[in-house]
């Protein structure tokens, strides 16, 4: 069984910072692609950031030059470190990995609440 376990959100002020964290868990055999969603209250979720297996990396515009997406593979942790948070970044982040169990399955993690607010 493996699991996706996101930390690290909480309540911040504007121009503040918080650092995500997301270990995989369980039996499996590689890590692909490791990739944060967020989804606010009434919208769609969207992709903030993906980093390969290999470390390339990309970013949603509206994160660009704010967040950094980051993975230790020794440990199959994905980091995000978002830096001067705006009110508009306000969502529930999601971890999501697709996984080799023997095929490649898309797994997600419970989601952590981020709130920007004075």
């Known amino acids: 069984q493996v699991q996706l376990a996101e930390s690290g959100g909480g309540l911040v002020q504007p121009g503040e910072s918080l650092r995500l964290s997301c270990a995989a868990s369980g039996s499996f055999f590689s890590i692909n692609a490791m990739n944060w969603y967020r989804q606010a209250p009434g919208k769609q979720r969207e992709l903030v950031a993906r980093i390969t297996n290999g470390g390339g990396t990309n970013y949603a515009d509206f994160v660009k030059g704010r967040f950094v997406i980051s993975r230790d593979n020794a440990k199959n942790i994905v980091y995000l470190q978002m830096n001067s948070l705006k009110p508009e970044d306000t969502a529930v982040y999601y971890c999501?990995?697709?996984?080799?169990?023997?095929?490649?399955?898309?797994?997600w993690g419970q989601g952590t609440q981020v709130t920007v607010s004075s």
């Open positions: 999501n990995a697709l996984i080799n169990v023997g095929y490649m399955y898309n797994y």
